[in-house]
């Protein structure tokens, strides 16, 4: 069965310095990825998708996504922190058989400081 | 155009009643799935629904929990003799057509169970 390895509970930056939100993914299937954002009482957004086309994949509001297969990795990054980025972040597998059946990270809460 | 809507946004409940959990999904969207988000348990599966076809139902936790979904439209899930382990952020999702990975998740129904 597939898991998802996000390696950092909560990651706090400064406004306009880089962000980095790493996932570790251990499908054995080609996998599916992808990276939700969740915001204060709100629902989850979807951030990227990854299905094999290309390696860098671009997102919403600035960020992207590197996968990496000889790392099992799908980090997620921003050049330069808004104070609106401040939200809970899920990598996100769909690559298990069921197709639809999405194993979710525990999530990294991002803080972004003035 | 309008996205998934959950309602209610809270719910406060007594141990022991039971509760509904209604979802509203995207226009045309044929998938529909339940989500349970809770501390310490992160993001879990629950049910999903694909047109007329029977319902994966594998994530539910108990017999106490079920889900309809009435022409092929809205859904309503149902917890019965709530617990307080119950108490959780309930998310609904929708699909488009044949792209059953990527999910539009709704704003989500927090129950509490006192």
């Known amino acids: 069965a597939q898991s998802v390895t996000q390696l950092d509970s909560h990651v706090s930056v400064s406004e306009g310095t880089p962000v980095l939100l790493r996932c570790n993914y251990s499908?054995?299937?080609?996998?599916?990825l992808f990276w939700y954002v969740q915001h204060p009482n709100k629902g989850l957004q979807l951030l990227l998708k990854?299905?094999?086309?290309?390696?860098l994949v671009k997102g919403i509001n600035g960020f992207e996504a590197e996968f990496k297969k000889s790392e099992t990795s799908f980090h997620l990054t921003k050049p330069s922190a808004h104070m609106s980025d401040a939200a809970e972040y899920f990598c996100?597998?769909?690559?298990?058989?069921?197709?639809?059946?999405?194993?979710f990270g525990k999530g990294t809460l991002l803080t972004v400081n003035p | 155009g309008a996205g998934v809507s959950q309602s209610p946004s809270n719910k406060v409940t007594e141990k022991g009643k039971d509760v509904e959990l209604r979802c509203d999904p995207i226009?045309?969207?044929?998938?529909l799935y339940w989500y349970r988000q809770s501390l310490g348990q992160g993001l879990e599966f629950l049910i999903y629904?694909?047109?007329?076809?029977?319902?994966?139902k594998s994530g539910l936790p108990s017999d106490r929990f079920s889900a309809e979904r009435t022409g092929g439209s809205v859904s309503t899930l149902t917890i019965q003799r709530t617990q307080q382990e119950d108490s959780a952020v309930y998310l609904c999702?929708?699909?488009?057509?044949?792209?059953?990975?990527?999910?539009?998740f709704g704003p989500g129904t927090r129950l509490t169970v006192l």
């Open positions: 999702a929708s699909s488009p057509p044949g792209l059953t990975d990527t999910q539009y």
């Open positions: 499908s054995s299937y080609s996998p599916s």
């Open positions: 990854y299905t094999s086309a290309a390696t």
């Open positions: 996100v597998d769909g690559s298990g058989g069921s197709n639809y059946k999405l194993t």
């Open positions: 226009s045309g969207h044929t998938a």
């Open positions: 629904f694909q047109g007329n076809s029977a319902p994966d």
